[in-house]
């Protein structure tokens, strides 16, 4: 437990799922210092991928979103600090300025800053019936104006606009959503994947146009009149806009640490350029030994993942990171997995897409380094140790949805890949 000593502390910035990871496990392995989790919004940190899925539907849902019990800070001894924007790192004596006036020392600081909107710059935050989510106070925005819409354009087809799309269709809205690229999803799919996901959208009704931007934005009553690349002009009365995000790198660069524009820099351990501050979660540009380069991830595994990993290596050492990641994204009534590499040399899909339940292997040579599935839990389960051992198995034994696949992995850790 703390023992009050300041100079002592680890100061955690930034209270979404990479901080709380990284505040327990400082704990859990036996720092018995302060520990200090400080964020900028003013909730007891919560998990965002009910944003953009129940909490839209559901008002209940708010009752399930926080990371952690009440009771869990004050039982382990982490103190949180809300509503306070970090704004100063002066690294030389190790102190952190806030928004509130106060200095938080440290011995050690992990920078847990996440990541920030892309915003487009035609529809900036703030217009009238103009949506981003990324935030609790975005998602019940949303919320508020969904009853009274009956036209929605949505930018992006990425995880989060499909999945708005899909709730929004599920109320009766009418949605288009426009995708730069010529597929949904391209950047965290494969192509059967991206084609089973563009087919059940039309089919549930929504207007995806791929290819496709905005020019030109007039307000047109309470709503807009959309201009689009191809020329046409669509009338909406909500826009929302989900075309990704970039890291929160902006206190770890006017501080001097390493960053680009991929994220703070990070080695194996999550440590910066600085022995005294580290970062983790989406953030951070870390190494991982598993996939052998520097990577950012932004998904709920790797959040939880990595910060578990820095708070617990920074206080007791261990290995380097080497954790394979993943995500899943819930549409109609479609839960998608995806675990390891989305896209392979070869994709190899097993039961067939139409029937709406199937799985596919993605192979980097003859290696099983992904799966990714629709509706297909027991299979998604093998397929991740697959995917962990480094499996080999032949196509036409993952490819047989007749086949025992848990035999054939018992068989393939005789000879485990390089
Ligand atoms: C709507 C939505 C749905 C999602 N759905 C899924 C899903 O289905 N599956 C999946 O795998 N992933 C999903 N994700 C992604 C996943 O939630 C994120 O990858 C994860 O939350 C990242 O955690 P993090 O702690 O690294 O960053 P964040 O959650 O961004 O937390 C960073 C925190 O730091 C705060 N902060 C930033 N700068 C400062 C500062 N200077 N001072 C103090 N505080 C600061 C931020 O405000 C924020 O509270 C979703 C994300 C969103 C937004």
Known sequence: ?????????????????????????VRRAGFDGRVILAGDEPDAPYDRPPLSKSVLRNPEAL????????????????????ASTAELIDRSSRRVHFSDGTTVLYKKLVLTTGSTLRILPILPP???SVFYLRRLSDALALREALPQTRRMMIVGAGVIGLEVA?????????????EAAATPMARAMCPNLCDFILRQHTDHGVHIR????????????????VTLSDGDTVDTDAIVVGIGVVPNIGLAEAAGLAVSANGIHVDEFGQTSDENVYAAGEVAFHYNHRVGHMDRQENWLHAAAHGEHVGRTLVAGGSGYNEICGYWSDQFDFSIQSFGT??????VVR?????????????VGDVVKGVSSI?????????KALVRDGARIPEAVLSDPTIDLGKWRQSALTSPAE
């Open 1 to 25: 437990m703390s023992t009050g000593n300041e100079a002592e502390a680890i100061l955690i910035v930034g209270a979404g799922l990479a901080g709380v990871s990284a505040a327990e496990s």
């Open 63 to 82: 009752s399930n979103l926080e990371l952690r019990d009440p009771g869990f800070y004050a039982e382990n001894g982490i103190e949180v600090k809300l």
């Open 126 to 128: 703030g217009m009238p």
């Open 166 to 178: 899909a709730t929004a269709r599920a109320l009766g809205i009418a949605v288009t959503v426009l």
């Open 210 to 225: 791929t290819n496709t931007t905005i020019v030109n934005v007039h307000r047109f009553g309470a709503g807009y009149r």
């Open 342 to 347: 989305p896209k392979g040399d070869r994709d």
């Open 351 to 363: 039961g067939t897409v139409e029937s709406g339940s199937f799985t596919i292997f993605h192979l």
């Open 375 to 383: 509706n297909a839990a027991r299979d998604m389960r093998t397929g």
